[in-house]
C-alpha cells in the first residue's frame, strides 16, 4: 500500500517528530511505499497568492503544488501529523491546505452540490496539544477541532478518516505516558484486526 505522511513541526526533537519516526518504521517494517512530506524541511510556500486563485478556478497550479498533488493522487493512505497551536493546524500546515487542496482536484461543486474528490483514501491525524482533555472537553473545543479539522477538511474532500488522535498535555508528557501513546499509534497502523491499511 501507498502511504503519503503530510508532517508540520519545526523540531526535530519533537514528540511529533516521535510520532512520525514511529509510523514510518512500523510502515517500512510492513512493507508498505512511503512518502514523507515534511513541510518545514521542504520550505513549502503556505501564502495563497491571487495567482494561486486565479488558476485554481482555471484548474491551473503552480509546478510545486502539482508536485503536492501528484503524491496524494499516487497515496492510498494519508497520515497528517502536526501539534495544535491556537485551537488549529500549524500555518505552514494550513496553507499547505489552502493550495494544494485546490477546487478541482480535492473537491468541486455540481449543480451546486459539494462532492469530495479524494475518495478511496484512507486517513489518520495525529495531534498533539498543551491543553488537558478534560479543559477541551469542558469548552467544547475537542468537538470544535473534529468539526474544523475531519468534517471541515479531510471528510469535505473525500478522505475516509480512519482515526484522530488527540494527544493532550505533551508539551509536559512523562515517559509512561509517550511509551502509552506510541503503542496507540503502533496499533493503529500494525494491527490487522483493528485497521484495514
Same mark, same amino acid.
Given at each position: 500500500?501507498k502511504?503519503?505522511?503530510?508532517?508540520?513541526?519545526?523540531?526535530?526533537?519533537? !514528540?511529533?517528530?516521535?510520532f +512520525?519516526?514511529t509510523?514510518?518504521?512500523?510502515l517500512?517494517?510492513a512493507?508498505? #511505499?512511503? #512518502?514523507?512530506?515534511? !513541510?518545514?524541511?521542504?520550505?513549502?510556500?503556505?501564502?495563497?497568492?491571487?495567482e494561486?486563485?486565479?488558476?485554481?478556478?482555471?484548474?491551473?497550479v503552480?509546478?510545486g503544488?502539482?508536485?503536492?498533488?501528484? %503524491?496524494?493522487?499516487?497515496?492510498?493512505h494519508?497520515? %497528517?501529523?502536526?501539534p495544535?497551536?491556537?485551537?488549529?493546524?500549524?500555518a505552514?500546515?494550513k496553507?499547505?491546505?489552502?493550495?494544494v487542496?485546490?477546487y478541482?482536484?480535492?473537491?468541486e461543486?455540481?449543480?451546486?452540490v459539494q462532492?469530495?474528490?479524494l &475518495?478511496?483514501?484512507q486517513?489518520?491525524i495525529?495531534?498533539t496539544?498543551?491543553?488537558s482533555?478534560a #479543559?477541551?472537553a469542558?469548552?467544547?473545543m475537542? +468537538?470544535a !477541532? !473534529?468539526?474544523?479539522?475531519? +468534517?471541515?477538511?479531510?471528510?469535505?474532500?473525500?478522505?475516509?478518516?480512519?482515526?484522530? %488522535?488527540f494527544?493532550?498535555?505533551?508539551?509536559?508528557?512523562?515517559?509512561?505516558?509517550i511509551? &502509552?501513546?506510541t503503542?496507540q499509534?503502533?496499533?493503529?497502523?500494525?494491527?490487522?484486526d483493528?485497521?484495514? %491499511?
Amino acid at each position: 500500500m501507498k502511504h503519503l505522511i503530510i508532517y508540520a513541526h519545526p523540531n526535530d526533537q519533537s !514528540l511529533n517528530n516521535h510520532f +512520525k519516526k514511529t509510523v514510518v518504521e512500523v510502515l517500512q517494517n510492513a512493507g508498505h #511505499e512511503i #512518502e514523507v512530506r515534511d !513541510l518545514y524541511r521542504i520550505n513549502f510556500n503556505p501564502v495563497l497568492s491571487l495567482e494561486d486563485m486565479k488558476g485554481q478556478r482555471m484548474g491551473a497550479v503552480d509546478a510545486g503544488v502539482q508536485k503536492e498533488q501528484a %503524491f496524494i493522487s499516487r497515496a492510498d493512505h494519508i497520515t %497528517f501529523i502536526y501539534p495544535i497551536w491556537w485551537t488549529g493546524m500549524p500555518a505552514i500546515l494550513k496553507g499547505y491546505i489552502d493550495r494544494v487542496f485546490s477546487y478541482g482536484f480535492a473537491y468541486e461543486y455540481n449543480a451546486g452540490v459539494q462532492k469530495g474528490l479524494l &475518495n478511496g483514501r484512507q486517513a489518520v491525524i495525529i495531534n498533539t496539544h498543551g491543553k488537558s482533555a478534560a #479543559e477541551y472537553a469542558g469548552i467544547g473545543m475537542d +468537538k470544535a !477541532l !473534529l468539526l474544523t479539522s475531519d +468534517k471541515g477538511i479531510y471528510s469535505y474532500c473525500g478522505l475516509d478518516v480512519k482515526q484522530h %488522535f488527540f494527544f493532550d498535555r505533551a508539551d509536559r508528557a512523562e515517559s509512561e505516558c509517550i511509551e &502509552n501513546w506510541t503503542k496507540q499509534v503502533v496499533s493503529a497502523f500494525d494491527n490487522p484486526d483493528t485497521n484495514t %491499511f
